[in-house]
């Protein structure tokens, strides 16, 4: 769980639950990926575009998973199969937002944790919003 790794090496964020209303998170974690400048690309089945950036429906369809790092602001339910996807495509930096975890979410992460299953999942409270900024600073000494 290392804020500063999620960062480091990434070519291309994933926002799973983006949302093109600014008053929810999924919007507001997007536009904080953009107002850095960061390739934010959001994830959303049923919108076409978000903030003007077209969106994928899905995580299989993003490019270079070894070079993506996602941040998941969804229902607790839909994060676990967003993990589980995501572990088969070899991505291995996520932030779960807070509000997008479960019991079930909880215990896959710490599955993989003590499987050594080599992803960085953060996870249990620290928002990007709160932190990343720090984490993405960090992330240049690496």
């Not at 090496?9 to 209303?21: E, I, L, M, Q, W």
């Not at 899905?58 to 339910?77: F, G």
């Not at 992803?119 to 992330?139: K, Q, R, Y």
Request: with cysteine.
């Amino acid at each position: 769980m290392n804020p500063s790794l999620f960062f480091a090496n990434k070519t291309c964020y994933g926002v799973v639950g983006a949302s093109a209303d600014r008053s929810k998170f999924g919007n507001k974690v997007l536009r904080w990926y953009l107002d850095r400048s960061l390739n934010a690309v959001p994830v959303n089945p049923k919108a076409p575009s978000i903030e003007n950036i077209a969106c994928v429906s899905s995580i299989a369809d993003l490019k270079e998973p070894s070079k993506t790092a996602i941040s998941i602001i969804t229902p607790p339910s839909v994060t676990l199969q967003v993990l589980k996807q995501a572990h088969a495509m070899g991505i291995k930096d996520l932030w779960l937002q807070p509000g997008c975890e479960s019991s079930e979410v909880n215990e896959l992460v710490q599955q993989w944790t003590n499987a050594g299953a080599g992803m960085n999942v953060i996870f249990g409270g620290p928002c990007i919003l709160v932190i990343g900024d720090a984490a993405l600073m960090e992330s240049s000494k690496l």
